[in-house]
């Protein structure tokens, strides 16, 4: 896993919908190259700890994080502005393991629909299917159907169908070869079980809290099985993506 710290130029901060921002930042993918689904561990000023956010997408010479302001260190980074520069520890992560020649459904829940985005642009016609719980929290249609055939839900039906993501995928499932997600557990979970009744594989982004954000501090073990047994690994450094069938819920 080859990372590094960059301070790289801040281009734009936008909020593009309720309490979600839209940060680009000036990047040369040659320099230090970023798959999909890898993290940004970013430096909030005043603040320990770095957050991780996904990489949304790493083309066209910038790297964008779309986030969504929780607490105080996504609240200072809304504040932050155009000129500035940003230090983040990237490309951490392993990220999604896209093969040619497969056909991909990709899965996004709420605020983990942004690492469908990049990971879209490395697929050949993906089904991208996203979910929010209402139409105040929908992002990044535009860009992800310009890279595939895109189905929108919300929970209470003010955008899109009126449902969940399974709902869609179970729909879909026998045109495509293999599903990628990411989302809340809840959702992960529900899809999962929707891949393993229709023997699909499924690659699955999962969420902890972290601390140093490089498998050196232990915050964001989960329980995987491996072989038969069940063993503790790290988001950071053996995820955030891993097989849906090892992950123990
Ligand atoms: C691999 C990965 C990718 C992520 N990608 C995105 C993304 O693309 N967009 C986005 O909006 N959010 C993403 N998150 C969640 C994001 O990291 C948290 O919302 C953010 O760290 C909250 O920080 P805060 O200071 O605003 O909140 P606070 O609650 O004040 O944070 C306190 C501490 O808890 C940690 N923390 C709180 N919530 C989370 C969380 N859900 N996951 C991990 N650490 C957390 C913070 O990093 C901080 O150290 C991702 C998390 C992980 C693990
Ligand atoms: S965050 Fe420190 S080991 Fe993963």
Do not use: W
């Not at 200072?76 to 502005?81: A, G, L, R, V, W």
């Amino acid at each position: 896993m080859k990372y590094d710290v960059r301070v790289l130029p801040l281009l734009s901060n936008e909020e593009i919908a309720d309490g979600i921002f839209d940060m680009r930042l000036e990047y040369k993918q040659a320099d230090l190259p970023v798959r999909c689904g890898q993290f940004a561990h970013v430096y909030v000023p005043g603040k320990s700890l770095r957050r991780p956010i996904s990489v949304c997408d790493a083309r066209g010479g910038e790297l964008r994080l779309v986030y969504q302001v929780k607490g105080e260190g996504t609240e200072i980074m809304s504040k932050m502005q155009a000129g500035s520069s940003v230090d983040v520890l990237v490309p951490l992560g392993n990220g999604f393991n896209i093969e040619k020649g497969k056909r991909f459904c990709l899965i996004g829940g709420g605020i983990g629909v942004p690492p469908m985005l990049y990971t879209a642009a490395q697929c050949d016609d993906p089904l991208i299917i996203t979910g929010f719980r209402n139409s105040s929290l929908v992002i990044l249609q535009d860009d992800l159907s310009a890279l595939g055939e895109t189905l929108l839900c919300t929970d209470d039906g003010s955008a899109g169908e009126k449902g969940f993501v399974t709902d869609l995928l179970r729909a879909r499932i026998d045109e495509v070869d293999e599903v990628c997600a990411c989302g809340p557990t809840p959702m992960l979970k529900a899809v999962a079980a929707v891949c393993k009744e229709f023997g699909k594989p499924c690659q699955i982004s999962l969420e902890e809290r972290m601390g140093c954000g490089v498998g050196a501090c232990l915050v964001c073990a989960v329980k995987v099985r491996k072989d038969g047994e069940e063993i503790m690994q790290h988001v950071c450094k053996n995820g955030p993506v891993f097989n849906a069938e090892e992950v123990v819920f």
